[in-house]
């Protein structure tokens, strides 16, 4: 088992054969694109699941709630990826955490024709140590995949169909969670909020890591063209 040392209290990373889990000592809020209970909901767990570059399933939520099952969870928030789930990268800003893994084999760029549907997914899962209204969760997803595909700019990354600049992957998953009230809520989460420039820099920098230091994208490799 892997354990990351976490500052924000109440809060817990760990992974285990394949299975990465963020897990919280009261129920998180969260909004999210996830495979299992995506959209929103309460939970006290959000789930990272390695599976075979060749995976298919007619149910994936069913393997999910199976690996959350082999950790002792339940009700969780679950997440695939073909990525080692143990080379996570964290970062923490402030009263935001950033648990994220990264793969850019099957990078794309919106609106293009996407006949490729491989392995390579970025997953992001940020954590508000503060409560924050419906909106502002929705916001801070538009934050993420902003400061993702930033990182994806910074190391010219380029779409697997049509050689444009990639912004993600046709699979990516984002969940941002926050932490329930006492307390007013952040009802706003755009880069020009204080939360905002933490999380985007916290996206940033991990997904960076992740696509440059454990994916082959240096960034001092000549750039695609």
């Known amino acids: 088992m892997r354990e990351w040392n976490i500052a924000m209290q109440g809060i817990r990373v760990s992974a285990e054969d394949g299975v990465l889990t963020v897990q919280s000592d009261r129920p998180l809020e969260v909004l999210s694109s996830a495979v299992e209970h995506g959209g929103r909901c309460s939970t006290r767990c959000i789930l990272n699941m390695t599976v075979p570059p060749g995976y298919q399933s007619d149910d994936p939520a069913h393997d999910i709630r199976a690996a959350a099952a082999r950790c002792g969870a339940s009700a969780c928030v679950g997440m695939m990826t073909a990525a080692d789930v143990t080379q996570a990268a964290i970062r923490e800003a402030g009263d935001v955490l950033v648990v994220a893994t990264a793969g ?14 491989g392995a390579g997914t970025v997953n992001i899962i940020v954590v508000v140590a503060h409560p924050m209204t419906d909106a502002a969760l929705a916001n801070a997803l538009i934050t993420i995949t902003e400061a993702k595909s930033r990182a994806f700019q910074m190391l010219d990354i380029r779409s697997t169909n049509s050689g444009a600049p990639a912004t993600g ?7 941002a969670c926050a932490f329930p009230g006492p307390g007013e809520p952040y009802r706003y989460a755009s880069t020009a909020t204080d939360v ?27 750039l695609l063209t």
């Open 169 to 175: 992957t046709t699979t990516d998953s984002v969940a």
């Open 196 to 222: 905002g420039k933490r999380m985007g820099r916290a996206v940033s920098e991990a997904v960076y890591e992740c696509l440059s230091l454990r994916n082959g994208n240096p960034p001092d490799r000549p």
């Open 104 to 117: 850019a084999s099957n990078a794309a760029t919106p609106g293009e024709d996407a006949p490729v549907w």
